[in-house]
C-alpha cells in the first residue's frame, strides 16, 4: 500500500476513532450533568429539612444558619406566609406600650453571669397570676444544677405587681422578662378584653343585638380563658422569632409553667437527651422531663422512653418549631382554648407521623397545682394550694439519672387527645382566630396593621 494511502487510511481510522469517542462522550456527560444536578438539589432539600415543595415556596427566610442543640442539624428557617392574610394586632394602651418597652431590655444578672456555655439551653418560664406557685417554683430552680449557665425567659401574661417583684429577685442566672403586650388581661374595655356589646355566655346575638361568634357549644368567648391560648402562641413566635436573645437560636429551649416544681437535675438530665436523641431516637421531636401523664412518676426502668410530647418540661428546637408555625392555621382555627389539647388534637396529627419525645424513666419535673391557672385570685376564691408537700424528692433526683447506653422503649399507644376530637370549645371567635393567627406573621412582616 502507498505511503499516501496509509496516511490516508490511518487518518480516517482516527477520524472514525473520534467520532465513536464523541457520540461516546455526548451521553456520559448527559449522565454527568444530570448526576451534578440532582446531588444539587438533594443537598439542597437537606438544608431545608427535608420539607415538601409547596413548603419550599415560602414569602420570607432568613439567610443565616447554624447548627442546632448539638445535633449538627442546619435548621430549617422558611416562613410559610398566606399572602391573602393581612395580620392585625389591636391599638395597644399606654400599659402595653409601656410594657413592650420594657420586652426590648436586655437580660439582667449578666454582671455575674457574663457567658453561656456552648451546650448551654435557655429556659422558658410562662406565667399567670399564681404567686404562691411562682415562689415554689423559682425556689426549685435555684437549687437546680447547672441554673447559673442557663439563661431563663419568664413569659408573663400580662401584668401582675406580685409576680413581677418575684421574678425580679431572681439572683442565680441570667433572667429576661417578657409581657404578652396583647393580653386580654390588659384590655378592661376593648378587644382582646371584654368589649362593650360583646355577648356573653350563650346570648342569641340576633335576639340582644350583640355582637361575638359562639363556640361549638353556643358558648361566646371568654376573655379570661382565651388568654391561655393566647398566650401559649404569642409567648413561642416571640420567643423563636422576636428576640435578640433567641431569634438566632437555633439550639434546644425547654418550656416550663408556674406549677411545674424542677428537680435538682433537670438541666442536666436535659442536656444529656438532647445529646442523646439524634442518636437513640432520631425521630423523636423533642425531650421531655416527665412522662406525658402528669401524675405518673416514670417506670423505674433502666432505658430511654419515647412516647407522646407531654406538657411539662418539653424541649425542641428551631427546626421543630418551624413545623409547628407552619401549622398556625390549623393551630389558630381549631376550637379549642386548651394550646396543648390543640396541638394534641390538630397540629401533632397533622405532621403524618406519631410525635415522639424523648425522656428518661424517672421525671425530672412535676406538676404540683390543683387549682386551675385562672382560679384563685380573687378574695371569694383563694388558691390556698401552695404545693409544698406535692413533691417527694429521692437522692437520685438530686443527680443526673440518665446513661448513654441505655436502650430505649418506645410506648406506641398514644393515650389522651387524639385526631377526630374536635375540642372543648371556647374558641369560636372569629376575633380570636385573626389574632392568632396575626401573632404567627408579626415578626416576619412590616408594621402589621392596627385595629
Given at each position: 500500500?502507498?505511503?499516501?494511502?496509509?496516511?490516508?487510511?490511518?487518518?480516517?481510522?482516527?477520524?472514525h476513532?473520534r467520532?465513536?469517542?464523541?457520540?461516546?462522550?455526548?451521553?456520559?456527560?448527559?449522565?454527568?450533568?444530570?448526576?451534578?444536578?440532582?446531588?444539587?438539589?438533594?443537598?439542597r432539600?437537606?438544608?431545608?429539612?427535608?420539607?415538601?415543595?409547596?413548603?419550599?415556596r415560602?414569602?420570607?427566610s432568613?439567610?443565616?444558619?447554624?447548627?442546632?442543640?448539638?445535633n449538627h442539624?442546619?435548621a430549617?428557617r422558611?416562613?410559610?406566609?398566606d399572602?391573602?392574610f393581612?395580620?392585625?394586632?389591636?391599638?395597644?394602651?399606654?400599659?402595653?406600650?409601656?410594657?413592650?418597652a420594657?420586652n426590648?431590655?436586655?437580660?439582667?444578672n449578666?454582671?455575674?453571669?457574663p457567658?453561656?456555655p456552648?451546650g448551654?439551653?435557655?429556659?422558658?418560664?410562662?406565667?399567670?397570676?399564681?404567686?404562691?406557685?411562682l415562689?415554689?417554683?423559682?425556689?426549685?430552680?435555684?437549687?437546680?444544677?447547672?441554673?447559673?449557665?442557663?439563661?431563663?425567659?419568664?413569659?408573663?401574661?400580662?401584668?401582675?405587681p406580685?409576680?413581677?417583684?418575684?421574678v425580679?429577685?431572681?439572683?442565680?442566672?441570667?433572667?429576661?422578662?417578657?409581657?404578652?403586650?396583647?393580653?386580654?388581661?390588659?384590655?378592661?374595655?376593648?378587644?382582646?378584653?371584654?368589649?362593650?356589646?360583646?355577648c356573653?355566655s350563650?346570648?342569641?346575638?340576633?335576639?340582644?343585638g350583640?355582637?361575638?361568634?359562639?363556640?361549638?357549644?353556643?358558648n361566646?368567648?371568654?376573655?379570661r380563658?382565651?388568654?391561655?391560648?393566647?398566650?401559649?402562641?404569642?409567648?413561642?413566635n416571640?420567643?423563636?422569632?422576636?428576640?435578640?436573645?433567641t431569634?438566632?437560636?437555633?439550639?434546644?429551649?425547654?418550656?416550663?409553667?408556674?406549677?411545674?416544681?424542677?428537680?435538682?437535675?433537670?438541666?442536666?438530665?436535659?442536656?444529656?437527651?438532647?445529646?442523646?436523641?439524634?442518636?437513640?431516637?432520631?425521630?423523636?421531636?423533642?425531650?421531655?422531663?416527665?412522662?406525658?401523664?402528669?401524675?405518673?412518676k416514670?417506670?423505674?426502668?433502666?432505658?430511654?422512653?419515647?412516647?407522646?410530647?407531654?406538657?411539662?418540661?418539653?424541649a425542641?428546637?428551631r427546626?421543630?418549631?418551624?413545623?409547628?408555625?407552619?401549622?398556625?392555621?390549623?393551630?389558630c382555627?381549631?376550637?379549642?382554648?386548651?394550646?396543648?389539647i390543640?396541638?394534641?388534637?390538630?397540629?401533632?396529627?397533622?405532621?403524618?407521623?406519631?410525635?415522639?419525645?424523648?425522656?428518661?424513666?424517672?421525671?425530672?419535673a412535676?406538676?404540683?397545682?390543683?387549682?386551675?391557672?385562672?382560679?384563685g385570685?380573687?378574695?371569694?376564691?383563694?388558691?390556698?394550694?401552695?404545693?409544698?408537700?406535692?413533691?417527694?424528692?429521692?437522692?437520685i433526683?438530686?443527680?443526673?439519672?440518665?446513661?448513654?447506653?441505655?436502650p430505649?422503649?418506645?410506648?406506641?399507644?398514644?393515650?389522651?387527645?387524639?385526631?377526630?376530637?374536635?375540642?372543648?370549645?371556647?374558641?369560636?371567635d372569629?376575633?380570636?382566630r385573626?389574632?392568632c393567627l396575626s401573632?404567627?406573621?408579626?415578626?416576619?412582616v412590616?408594621?402589621?396593621?392596627?385595629?
Amino acid at each position: 500500500m502507498p505511503a499516501s494511502a496509509s496516511a490516508s487510511t490511518s487518518s480516517s481510522s482516527h477520524h472514525h476513532h473520534r467520532v465513536r469517542l464523541r457520540s461516546r462522550a455526548v451521553p456520559l456527560i448527559l449522565v454527568v450533568v444530570l448526576t451534578v444536578l440532582v446531588v444539587t438539589e438533594l443537598l439542597r432539600t437537606s438544608s431545608r429539612g427535608g420539607l415538601p415543595p409547596s413548603a419550599r415556596r415560602s414569602s420570607s427566610s432568613s439567610s443565616s444558619t447554624r447548627a442546632g442543640g448539638g445535633n449538627h442539624s442546619v435548621a430549617q428557617r422558611k416562613i410559610l406566609l398566606d399572602p391573602d392574610f393581612t395580620p392585625r394586632l389591636p391599638r395597644q394602651s399606654p400599659l402595653s406600650l409601656s410594657l413592650s418597652a420594657r420586652n426590648a431590655l436586655p437580660a439582667r444578672n449578666t454582671a455575674r453571669f457574663p457567658a453561656l456555655p456552648d451546650g448551654h439551653l435557655k429556659i422558658v418560664l410562662y406565667v399567670h397570676n399564681r404567686p404562691r406557685y411562682l415562689r415554689l417554683v423559682v425556689d426549685s430552680l435555684s437549687r437546680v444544677k447547672g441554673i447559673g449557665e442557663a439563661l431563663l425567659i419568664v413569659s408573663h401574661d400580662g401584668y401582675f405587681p406580685e409576680m413581677d417583684k418575684i421574678v425580679q429577685g431572681i439572683d442565680f442566672c441570667q433572667v429576661k422578662q417578657i409581657f404578652a403586650p396583647y393580653s386580654p388581661h390588659l384590655f378592661p374595655d376593648a378587644f382582646p378584653g371584654v368589649t362593650p356589646g360583646d355577648c356573653q355566655s350563650k346570648d342569641n346575638a340576633k335576639e340582644k343585638g350583640c355582637q361575638g361568634g359562639p363556640d361549638q357549644y353556643g358558648n361566646h368567648r371568654s376573655p379570661r380563658i382565651v388568654s391561655l391560648k393566647h398566650h401559649w402562641w404569642w409567648m413561642m413566635n416571640t420567643v423563636w422569632d422576636g428576640m435578640e436573645e433567641t431569634k438566632d437560636f437555633d439550639g434546644h429551649i425547654l418550656f416550663i409553667e408556674e406549677d411545674h416544681y424542677i428537680f435538682p437535675n433537670a438541666y442536666r438530665n436535659a442536656q444529656l437527651l438532647v445529646d442523646l436523641k439524634p442518636k437513640k431516637c432520631p425521630g423523636c421531636y423533642a425531650i421531655n422531663l416527665a412522662p406525658s401523664d402528669v401524675k405518673a412518676k416514670g417506670e423505674g426502668w433502666e432505658s430511654l422512653v419515647a412516647e407522646k410530647m407531654g406538657n411539662i418540661g418539653y424541649a425542641f428546637n428551631r427546626t421543630v418549631w418551624r413545623k409547628i408555625h407552619a401549622k398556625a392555621k390549623q393551630f389558630c382555627a381549631f376550637d379549642e382554648y386548651n394550646w396543648d389539647i390543640t396541638m394534641w388534637a390538630t397540629v401533632y396529627p397533622s405532621f403524618g407521623t406519631p410525635v415522639y419525645s424523648l425522656r428518661g424513666p424517672r421525671r425530672s419535673a412535676a406538676h404540683f397545682g390543683k387549682c386551675g391557672l385562672h382560679q384563685g385570685q380573687g378574695s371569694s376564691n383563694v388558691c390556698v394550694d401552695n404545693g409544698s408537700g406535692a413533691v417527694d424528692l429521692e437522692e437520685i433526683d438530686k443527680i443526673p439519672n440518665i446513661k448513654a447506653d441505655w436502650p430505649v422503649r418506645i410506648i406506641q399507644r398514644q393515650e389522651g387527645y387524639q385526631a377526630g376530637f374536635k375540642g372543648w370549645g371556647g374558641w369560636g371567635d372569629r376575633r380570636d382566630r385573626e389574632l392568632c393567627l396575626s401573632f404567627a406573621y408579626m415578626y416576619h412582616v412590616k408594621d402589621p396593621s392596627s385595629t
